[in-house]
């Protein structure tokens, strides 16, 4: 049985996820060797992975989804800090407000809530 899946983003520069995901999406350090870092939080969540033709609304596939409970925040937080917004914070016939970003590696982020 399958107990968690993890993502990795290669990186050259650690230092880079601080202001994005540890500042605005609030994840705390699990682990970090000083060749990889692992964020995250004690929530307990199911276990998951998407496979996608599309990202819904004819949107590329997001890299990452992560659903957050203050969304309105998240997306002023991410503008402030000059992150750029791929997909502007939308309402969607499926039951969840998100919006895409682009984070520090060039990666697009799916930050979303569900209604």
């Known amino acids: 049985m399958v107990k968690r899946i993890v993502a990795n983003i290669k990186t050259n ?4 996820s601080n202001q994005f995901y540890q500042e605005i999406l609030e994840l705390d350090v699990l682990m970090d060797h ?3 870092k692992t964020l995250g939080n004690e929530e307990e969540s199911k276990v998951q992975i998407s496979f996608a033709v599309q990202g819904g609304n004819d949107t590329d596939v ?3 989804s992560i659903e957050v409970d203050n969304i309105e925040e998240i997306y002023d937080k991410m503008k402030k800090e000059g992150f750029k917004i791929v997909y502007d914070i939308t309402n969607e016939d499926w039951g969840v407000r998100r919006f895409f970003v682009e984070d520090p590696f060039g990666k ?8």
């Open 13 to 16: 520069d650690l230092p880079k």
């Open 34 to 36: 000083g060749w990889i």
């Open 62 to 64: 997001p890299d990452l």
């Open 108 to 115: 697009v982020i799916n930050i979303l809530s569900h209604k």
